[in-house]
């Protein structure tokens, strides 16, 4: 079952934690999904229909983070979480026509973040995106 967020989770129940990257709508029964979550006795046809079901509106094939929280009952939940800065930022500069991206572009990434980081201000994801940017050496623009 998917979760919202970790606030719906009993953590006193959860065994084992195992987190992968997974493309949307593509989780089948090989590798890497059936082996990793074989070996935690979950059943894994069960998680594809799952994920692939709740992937439905991704675009096929964006690489999302997934957690998987397996209980003592070998029963398990998961939380889906938006692909990494520099992917999203790597992304978003292929369709830039120069080799830069705006501050718009960086504030929509720091809106798809915001779904992950619900806790979080804005403007410290915003920051953290800019950060990452320049690691990535992406130059930022103002138009």
């Known amino acids: 079952m998917q979760i919202k967020n970790y606030n719906q989770l009993d953590i006193t129940k959860i065994t084992r ?10 989780a089948k029964l090989g590798p890497p999904v059936g082996p990793v979550l074989g070996q935690v006795k979950i059943k894994v046809k069960d998680f ?9 509106q991704f ?8 957690i998987v929280f ?12 938006p692909p990494s800065n520099s992917f999203l930022l790597k992304n978003s500069l ?3 026509k ?13 809106l798809i973040k915001k779904q992950e980081f619900e806790h979080l201000k804005l403007n410290v994801i915003f920051r953290n995106i800019l950060h990452t ?7 930022i623009t103002l138009d």
Not at 48 to 56: G, Q, V, Y
């Open 17 to 26: 934690k195992v987190s992968l990257i997974i493309p949307a709508q593509t």
């Open 48 to 56: 594809c229909t799952l994920f692939n079901d709740a992937t439905s």
């Open 94 to 96: 292929k369709f830039s």
């Open 133 to 139: 940017a320049k690691l990535l050496k992406i130059k």
């Open 59 to 66: 675009k096929l094939g964006l690489p999302l983070r997934v």
């Open 70 to 81: 397996v209980f003592k009952n070998e029963t398990f939940n998961f939380i889906i979480l």
């Open 98 to 110: 120069t080799n830069s991206l705006t501050v718009l572009d960086v504030y929509k990434i720091a």
